[in-house]
């Protein structure tokens, strides 16, 4: 058993510290800075409470991005030196977001241990490599993202930060190989277990949903499926659910072996990034020629997904599912789809600039209902309240309270129950229900809410503010703004409200301010206005659409067509 002793070394504060809606990201290059990470690591320590972290067990993992490997080391050898009892490392550093969740609210350790936070390393969809992005965010005993008041007590810190401990003649512990290594230092012993990144993530996976017919529809010859890891992490868990637990062909995976650089790609499944996927898809440039009937990505972490339907050639149908619809879809089947809500649900949650779809869901099963600001972390607290089953964002986050984290692996299982579910009287030859046809369905039960968003990139920061601050003044005169647009633009109905959102988490009563401008119009459309939490560099600025069509005659227009009056609408008023 190697010892160790405990350095102290003398720091002086870094600026830019703040971690943003999802933890720390900042370029390689400014991670590697001498101090710059433990400088973070220890102002987080100092942010929680003594037992949180004396004698505790914390995880330690993330996507595999570039920097990962290197950043793991360190912190076992600053846990160690903090009293941290024992880390939990995914072998080679590999946790998917959702599994690190599923791990700490999970996992009990030989001894009968049970993590009490876990530090997660990933930049979620930002790319990765010596010249890309590294991200550090800190999760609390419930699994979920540290809460806001963790996050400024951390960012103070940083502001104040002189010192951090660290672990000397503490090697470096081999990643690769599951097992318990032993140490032992001035505060007594200090385990590091490396074990299988997957295993606790596909139990509990197994928990929820019924995979004896996800396999028998997977099998089926009737269908087939496709799934793109783009290089993040999901590759270390499709092989293990979808080959081996479900019977897919090895050929169904496309990019699942885990890279530090994701390949060189953007880990954003979207159908800008997810190049491969949209072509096998039968879209884009090279389109197959046979594509599979459901096709589905997860980013980075794998918590984010997209989920596409066959595309077909000739009739010209991309059938992408908009992530506010995945959600409202998944809430309106869970209960007949799902095992694990099969007694029902507690309620639903979307965040704000995420389309109603999910709303009309809510309102005709009777559900509670919650609006609440973009970031995960908010439906922690009506989860651990028991008030939210099923929650989504229009960031392609989709996920329930079997865990604190969106989960992109879960959304896809979710949607092959639901296709399970609606095919398991025609596997045998008859017609097979297809994505397309459940969100045509929905549709026309519901009504569609069309939907787009639109992204101004690499913004100057002061001239971000200076929009977002027009758009707040233009909201003391409602008539002005009408009566400008109706001279130029008929077919909008009136702008009948405007506010910028604020939230009242109903559970600990705490504000969340300035969290997007809205612009409500008579006909239930809304223009929303947003900066981007999760930049690296500048600012971005986000602009959603949206429109509700109840008639079913209409709910199958082209998106873009549909919206063009309110798109015209926008920029005639923003710039
Ligand atoms: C991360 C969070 C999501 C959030 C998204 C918003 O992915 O995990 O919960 O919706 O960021 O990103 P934005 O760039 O719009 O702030
Ligand atoms: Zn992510």
């Known amino acids: 058993m190697a010892n160790f002793t405990v350095n ?12 943003g809606t999802s933890g720390l990201r900042k370029k390689v290059k400014v991670f590697t800075q001498p101090h710059y990470l433990h400088n973070f690591v220890q102002s987080t320590f100092n942010a929680l409470s003594a037992e949180k972290v004396k004698g505790s067990t914390l995880v330690v993992s993330g996507d595999g991005r570039y920097y990962s490997k290197d950043a793991i080391q360190i912190i076992i050898k600053m846990a160690a030196a903090n009293g941290v009892r024992r880390v939990w490392v995914g072998q080679n550093g590999l946790l998917s977001t959702p599994a690190v969740s599923a791990v700490v609210r999970e996992r009990v350790g030989a001894d009968g241990s ?82 299988d990144s997957a295993s606790d993530y596909v139990k509990l996976m197994k928990s929820i949903f019924d995979f004896q017919s996800i396999k028998k529809l997977i099998t089926s010859p009737q269908f087939s499926f496709c799934f793109d890891a783009l290089h993040g992490v999901g590759g270390a868990y499709a092989k293990r659910m979808f080959v081996e637990e479900l019977g897919a062909k090895e050929s169904s995976l496309l990019n699942c072996v885990p890279k530090e650089d994701f390949g060189g790609g953007h880990p954003d499944p979207n159908l ?17 020629s046979n594509p599979p009937e459901f096709g589905a990505a997860a980013d980075g972490d794998a918590d984010r997904n997209m989920i596409l339907g066959k595309i077909l050639l000739d009739a010209n149908m991309k059938f992408f599912v908009t992530p506010s619809d995945s959600v409202a879809i998944i809430a309106a089947n869970a209960v007949q789809a799902i095992p694990y809500f099969s007694s029902g649900l507690k309620g639903v949650a979307r965040s704000m600039p995420t389309s109603a779809a999910l709303d009309v869901v809510a309102k005709s099963l009777n559900l509670k209902f919650f609006e609440v600001p973009t970031g995960w972390k908010f439906f922690g607290n009506l989860m651990d309240a028991g008030l939210c089953s099923i929650c989504g964002e229009e960031s392609f986050g989709t996920g329930s309270d079997h865990i604190r984290e969106k989960d992109g692996i879960w959304a896809v299982l979710a949607w092959l129950s639901i296709l399970a579910h609606k095919n398991k009287d025609n596997l045998d030859g008859g017609k097979l229900v297809t994505v397309e046809d459940i969100v045509k369905q929905h549709w026309a039960t519901f009504g569609r809410h069309y939907y787009t968003r639109y992204d101004y990139e690499n913004v100057d920061a002061g ?7 027009h ?3 233009l909201q003391s005169s409602i008539s002005g703004v009408n009566t400008t647009i109706k001279g130029i633009r008929s077919d909008v109905t009136d702008v ?41 560099e500048g600012a971005t600025i ?15 227009r082209d998106s873009q067509e549909a919206l063009a009056p309110l798109v015209k609408y926008f920029y005639l008023f923003s710039f």
């Open 8 to 19: 102290r070394v003398v720091t002086s504060p870094i600026e830019g510290q703040k971690p």
């Open 463 to 469: 001239a971000a503010k200076e929009v977002m601050a």
């Open 496 to 536: 009948i409200s405007a506010d910028e959102f604020e939230y009242k988490d109903p559970v600990d009563g705490s504000v969340s301010k300035n969290q997007g401008i809205r612009y409500l119009f008579e006909d239930g459309s809304r223009l929303v206005f947003r900066l981007s939490g999760t930049g690296s």
């Open 114 to 195: 049970k993590a009490n936070g876990a530090f997660i390393l990933t930049a979620s969809h930002n790319p990765g490599g010596p010249n890309e992005d590294f991200g550090i965010k800190y999760n609390m005993g419930n699994g979920g993202p540290a809460p806001e008041g963790i996050t400024d007590k951390i960012f103070e810190n940083t502001k104040t930060i002189k010192e951090y401990f660290i672990a000397e003649g503490l090697p470096d512990v081999d990643i690769s190989a599951i097992g318990v290594s032993n140490f032992s230092g001035p505060g007594g012993q200090f385990d590091v277990d490396v074990f």
């Open 272 to 288: 800008t990034y997810a190049k491969e996927l949209v072509a096998r898809m039968g879209l884009g440039t090279n389109p197959d």
């Open 542 to 556: 986000r602009l959603y659409i949206e429109q509700y069509e109840k008639d079913s005659s209409k709910t199958g």
């Open 471 to 473: 758009l707040v003044d």
